[in-house]
């Protein structure tokens, strides 16, 4: 107990120099300016599409700064207690790994991908001299807490788009999110005298027994800033749905490549298993989001009575009539939704207005009153005459291994 409080001391002082630091103060700045822009950029985007803006990418950007400030305290806890050393692990090379990937996908800059590249070369070519235990257990840090701010920030505003999928349109959500992440980490400094520094317990590192690992080896804190993302369009569930499926499937395969690191620096052979998992791992993350979106019925679609909901702008004229996402409109003052709905044009007149609604099977009448120059606020799901919307084709990659588990079908029958 003396130790962890010992640390937490150590790791509450740098964490307020560095908050009170002016150079740290501009770099997150900067970093909070780029995020803003991104979530303005991907408003303006739907806005094009849905012809309503929200204007709410700069309350998204302070949750996520905010948000992301608590990920990287999260992260330094877990980076000091297993004690990884960034000395160790090849960061130049891991970046300059991540930067030539994003030329074949930008999907590939992630440290799933970079890390499991420069272990398989440390392994077999025997450069660069890294520990491999030490990356893997870093990439599944970076992992457990953007699984941990998907969940919590993820549903947070999410962007209604149009979407193109199999030559047909559909309603959907960008569930795009960044996080400006703070860490402190350990970096070695030489072997301390006797006597100096704190007395480290036994069991610390957890993560030790590997080439360039001395005992007697002294550290000391250094703050990191680093961005995280998360990327997903959902059409064929609600987004918080998403989202909870999504943190769930990264926070299994982090906890799995955060284990496979620790036997790694016991074992040498979980090396190899844990250099493979981390892009693999990733990319069965990332084909079981996939599987969803292609092989589930679009959920924001137009019945063949009525007009569906995709979204609603709080605090506007539906917000208040009580309209919520996923319901049908199916007449207004008795007469068919589809005779005051051209698209995203509404003709409603002013004066009372009742709505007939079918929500989760069950027929609601609501009402109230419209009066012109009242902003409507509903977003409804595409028609056949949307002419803007995003379009999306199934990866490259799972192209060809569902064109390969096809031919070992045909084979084997």
């Known amino acids: 107990m003396e130790f962890l409080a010992t640390v937490s001391l150590m790791i509450g002082r740098v964490l307020m120099e560095t908050f009170t630091s002016p150079l740290f103060i501009l770099l997150f700045l900067i970093l909070f300016l780029i995020i803003t822009w991104q979530y303005k950029r991907l408003e303006n985007m739907s806005a094009k599409m849905v012809n309503i803006n929200k204007n709410r990418y700069l309350r998204s950007a302070v949750v996520s700064s905010l948000l992301g400030v608590i990920g990287g305290i999260i ?48 392994l077999f070519l025997g450069y660069p001299q890294i520990s491999i235990p030490q990356l893997m257990a870093l990439v599944a840090i970076l992992h457990i807490i953007e699984s941990v701010l998907i969940l919590v920030n993820g549903r947070f505003n999410p962007v209604p788009v149009y979407v193109q999928k199999a030559n047909r349109i559909t309603g959907g959500f960008n569930l795009q999110k960044f996080w400006p992440i703070p860490l ?22 957890i993560i030790k027994d590997y080439s360039g690992f001395i005992e007697g080896q002294s550290y000391t804190l250094i703050p990191v800033v680093a961005i995280l993302g ?88 539906g917000a208040k009539m009580g309209i919520a996402s996923k319901d049908i409109l199916l007449s207004i003052n008795g007469e068919p939704v589809e005779k005051f709905f051209m698209g995203s044009e509404c003709t409603l007149s002013r004066g009372k207005i009742v709505i007939e609604v079918l929500r989760d099977k069950e027929l609601l009448k609501l009402s109230g009153f419209f009066s012109q120059g009242s902003e409507l606020g509903i977003i409804m799901a595409p028609n056949q005459n949307t002419k803007m919307f995003i379009s999306i084709g199934e990866d490259n990659i799972f192209n060809l291994v569902r064109s390969i588990c096809r031919r070992l079908k045909i084979t084997k029958y």
């Open 75 to 122: 992260g330094t806890v877990l980076l000091v207690l297993i004690g990884i050393d960034l000395s160790s692990i090849g960061i130049m090379q891991l970046w300059i790994i991540a930067l030539l990937l994003m030329v074949i996908n930008p999907r590939f800059l992630c440290f799933a991908y970079a890390g499991g590249v420069l272990s398989i070369a440390s």
């Open 184 to 205: 402190i980490a350990l970096i070695s400094t030489g072997i301390a005298e006797p006597g100096a520094g704190i007395a480290m317990p036994d069991w610390w590192p």
């Open 230 to 317: 998360y990327g997903e369009v959902a059409t064929t569930a609600a987004p918080d749905t998403r989202v909870k499926k999504s943190a769930l499937h990264l926070l299994v395969f982090s906890i799995v490549l955060l284990f496979l690191s620790i036997l790694s620096s016991k074992w040498p052979i979980f090396m190899i298993i844990a250099a493979l998992f981390s892009p693999l791992g990733h990319e069965f993350v990332i084909w079981l989001g996939l599987r969803d979106e292609i092989n589930k019925k679009p959920l924001y679609v137009n019945p063949q009575k009525g007009l569906m909901v995709m979204d609603i702008k709080p605090g506007t004229w």
